[in-house]
C-alpha cells in the first residue's frame, strides 16, 4: 500500500506542505525573537502572539468552503491547484525573508494558514476514497506518524537554519524546494472524481457546517474526541518551553528532547493502533488510549526530579538517571495519544457518506481550531489569573482525559460497547 501510486505521491505531498508550513512559521518566530527592537513593527511578544493568531485564524474562517468544495471537485485536482498555490506563497515569503519585511511575512503566514485549511479536509476525504477500507486505518497511522515528525522536524529544523550563516537566503531557497517538490508530487496522484455532482452541493457557513454535523450524533462525539487530542497537544507544546526552564532547570536544547519524545511516541503509537486494529475500524482501543493519557500524565507530573543548582543541557539531561522515568512517561503520552487518534480519525471518515465526508472533514478541523483556541485561553487563566503552577496544569489535563472518556463511553453506546468486545477478545 505504501509505495502504491494510490497512496506515496499524496503521502509525500501532504508530509512536504506540514514541513513547509512548520519550517516557515518557526524561522518567522526565531527571526522576531533575534530581530532588534527598531527592525519591528511590534513588540517581539505581540507579534508572537498574532502569528500564532492569523495562521490559525483561517480554519475557522474557510474550512466550511474548504469542505464543499473538496466535496464538489476532483480531489487530485483540487490537491494540485493547493500545492500550486503553496509554491506561490512560499515564492513570495522567500523574497519577504531576505528583505526581512515581517508584515509581509505576518500576512503571508495567514496565506499558508489559508492554503492549509482548504487542504486540510481533501487531505483526509481522499483516503477513503483512494484506500481499500482494510488500508484506511494504516493509512491514517501513515498520516498522523508524518503530521507529528513534519512538526518535530521543522522545530528543529528552523533551529538549524535560523543559526547558519547564511540563513535567510538558505531558508528561502528551502522552503521554495519544498513546495516545488510537493507540486511535482502532486501531480502523480491519480484523479479521484466527486461523488456529488456540484451543481447539487449545499452551501453549508460554519455554523451550518457545525449544527449539521452535530445531527449525526456518533460522528459528532468522534470529533469532539479528536478536538481534545488537539487542546491536549497544544497545551503541552506551548507549555514545553518554560516547563523545561521552571521544573526541569534546563536549557532551550532540551525542549527539543521532549517535543522529539512526544512527536515519535505519537508516531509509534499510530502504528501500534494499525496493528491493534487488524485492518479494521477499532473504536475499543480508543478507551485504552485516554486511560494511558490519564496514568501517564499523572505520573509524568510526579516524576519532575528535585531542583538542581545548575542548567542542564540536552546531553545531560538525557544521561541523567533521574530523567528516565519522566522521559518514559512523557513517550508513553505520545505512544497513547496515537493509539487514541487513529481509530476515531478513521471512523468519521468511514460513517461519512461519500459524498459529504470532506464538509465533516471540515467540520472536525472548524472544532479542532476552537479547542486549540480554547486551550491556550485556558492556559492564560489557570497559569495567570489563578496563579496555578504548570503542573498543576499538566493534572488539570490528565483529568480532562476521565471526563473525555466519560463523555465518549456515557454519550454514545459504540464506543462502550466496543471497549468491553475489545476487552473480551483479548482477555
Known sequence: MFFSRRFFPYFVTQCLGALNDNVYKNVLLLMVAYASVE????????????????????????????????????????????????????????????????????????????????????????????????????????????????????????????????????????????????????????????????????????????????????????IIGISWFWFLGATYLTQFPNFTRLFLFSDPSVVSVLLALFSLGIASGSFISARLSKGKVELGIVPLGLCGLTLFGIDFVCAIPSSVAFVYYATDFVMTTAHFRLMFDLFMIGVCGGIYIVPLYSFIQLKAKASERAQVIAANNILNALFMITSALLAMIVLQLFDWKITELFILLAVGNVLVLTFLCVKEAIFRRSAINFLRRKS
Open 39 to 222: 527592525q519591528l513593527p511590534m513588540s517581539i511578544d505581540l507579534f508572537v502572539n498574532i502569528a500564532a493568531a492569523v495562521f490559525i485564524l483561517p480554519f475557522l474562517i474557510f474550512s466550511a468552503h474548504a469542505g464543499c468544495l473538496a466535496d464538489a471537485k476532483d480531489k487530485a485536482w483540487l490537491i494540485r491547484r493547493i500545492k500550486l498555490a503553496e509554491l506561490v506563497l512560499m515564492s513570495c515569503a522567500a523574497l519577504a525573508m531576505l528583505n526581512q519585511s515581517y508584515l509581509s511575512m505576518l500576512f503571508l503566514l495567514f496565506l499558508m494558514g489559508t492554503q492549509s485549511a482548504y487542504f486540510g479536509p481533501v487531505k483526509y476525504a481522499l483516503l477513503p476514497q483512494a484506500l481499500k477500507p482494510e488500508e484506511l486505518v494504516r493509512g491514517n497511522a501513515w498520516v498522523g506518524v508524518s503530521t507529528f515528525l513534519a512538526i518535530l522536524c521543522g522545530t528543529v529544523g528552523a533551529g538549524i537554519l535560523a543559526s547558519s550563516e547564511y540563513a535567510m537566503q538558505i531558508t528561502a531557497m528551502f522552503v521554495v524546494l519544498l513546495a516545488a517538490v510537493g507540486v511535482i508530487a502532486s501531480w502523480n496522484i491519480p484523479s479521484l472524481p466527486a461523488v456529488l455532482d456540484v451543481q447539487k452541493l449545499p452551501r453549508k457557513g460554519n455554523w451550518q457546517i457545525l449544527k449539521w454535523v452535530y445531527q449525526h450524533h456518533e460522528i459528532w462525539a468522534a
